[in-house]
T-cell receptor, first 116, second 112 residues
């Protein structure tokens, strides 16, 4: 089975510019997560979707970050405008089941964002 | 307030010896724990997990131990192999919430 796909793999932008990341989870996976991983730290959850609904976006900086999963399949994460501190790897992950079940997460390769 | 802590940023062991990676947590609501392995330029991949109703889970060379009273878990790799060199993340979750909180990782280097 194909893994979680993410694009682009790398992105360099200047501060105050906008950027968007795309994720296609494993086919049939109901739950999708976006994480931010700053160098030297573990992944930090930004938003969790179950199908096309938001389960948890408590850690998403909503003044500049937005995410959607319109048809319950692929998802986009947007940053507008970007700040220097947004430089990080953005990881997308998915799980087979719904929230509340024991499911390991399958991660994509990530998008490395550099904000200059 | 970091709820999951991996206090050793790095660990170096000789091939064939045991690697022990440690993880501490503070939230008593966590009831499921996972270890992920991450190679450079790749996303983390699931390695092994343990439910809070158990104190040990084994899968081949990998064993995870859970001490609930101490809020501590450890990952044992025996014997260690050079291909095990990677960053290992500990993650803890509450089943009802369905999300995981990650530690900052331990970089394991296995020397031939």
């Amino acid at each position: 089975e194909a893994g979680v796909a993410q694009s682009p793999r790398y992105k360099i932008i200047e501060k105050r510019q906008s950027v968007a990341f795309w994720c296609n989870p494993i086919s049939g996976h109901a739950t999708l997560y976006w994480y931010q991983q700053i160098l030297g730290q573990g992944p930090k959850l930004l938003i969790q979707f179950q199908n096309n609904g938001v389960v948890d976006d408590s850690q998403l900086p909503k003044d500049r970050f937005s995410a959607e999963r319109l048809k319950g399949v692929d998802s986009t994460l947007k940053i507008q405008p970007a700040k220097l501190e947004d430089s990080a790897v953005y990881l997308c992950a998915s799980t087979r089941g719904a929230s509340g079940t024991y499911n390991e997460q399958f991660f994509g390769p990530g998008t490395r964002l550099t904000v200059l | 307030d970091q709820q999951v802590k991996q206090n050793s940023p790095s660990l170096s062991v000789q091939e064939g010896r045991i690697s022990i990676l440690n993880c501490d947590y503070t939230n008593s609501m966590f009831d499921y724990f996972l270890w992920y392995k991450k190679y450079p330029a790749e996303g983390p991949t699931f390695l092994i997990s343990i439910s809070s109703i158990k104190d040990k889970n084994e899968d081949g060379r990998f064993t995870v131990f859970l001490n609930k009273s101490a809020k501590h878990l450890s990952l044992h790799i025996v014997p260690s192999q050079p291909g095990d060199s990677a960053v290992y993340f500990c993650a803890a979750s509450n089943t009802n919430a369905g999300k995981s909180t990650f530690g900052d990782g331990t970089t394991l280097t296995v020397k031939p």
